[in-house]
Nanobody, 131 residues
Framework: QVQLVESGGGLVQAGGSLRLSCAAA????????MGWFRQAPGKEREFVAA????????YYADSVKGRFTISRDNAKNTVYLQMNSLKPEDTAVYYC????????????????????????WGQGTQVTVSS
């Protein structure tokens, strides 16, 4: 079992930055790949970024690549999402999630982009970017 709590959301002007944190409760945090998703009003939840248990091979949605950085500190059971050069279209509720282990034939870059890969979700934190 993993319990996830996001924080760090808020209101920021376009071009600004925010850093989201996701604190995990559970001794097995290190064994999970972690992801960030977001859901804007009236839209489906979409993949933002993911990171493997070791912190290597991060994956990003094209819409945030070069602006957002995902990282993790396994000693603190925390995953982060640094968001720079924010745009109004980044406005959404942001969720962190812990991924189930991928099967041996899974292509990880595809697997971690799917909601179905994740078994645990946080409650979300609101990010609002004003123009």
């Amino acid at each position: 079992q993993v319990q996830l709590v996001e924080s760090g959301g808020g209101l920021v002007q376009a071009g600004g930055s925010l850093r989201l944190s996701c604190a995990a409760a559970g001794r097995t945090f290190i064994s999970y790949a972690m992801g960030w998703f977001r859901q804007a009003p009236g839209k489906e939840r979409e993949f933002v970024a993911a990171i493997t248990w070791s912190g290597g091979n991060p994956y990003y949605a094209d819409s945030v690549k070069g602006r957002f950085t995902i990282s993790r500190d396994n000693a603190k059971n925390t995953v982060y999402l640094q968001m720079n050069s924010l745009k109004p279209e980044d406005t959404a509720v942001y969720y962190c999630a812990a991924a189930r282990a991928a099967g041996p034939l899974q292509i990880l870059a595809t697997y971690y982009r799917k909601e179905s890969a994740y078994g645990y979700w946080g409650q979300g934190t609101q990010v609002t970017v004003s123009s």
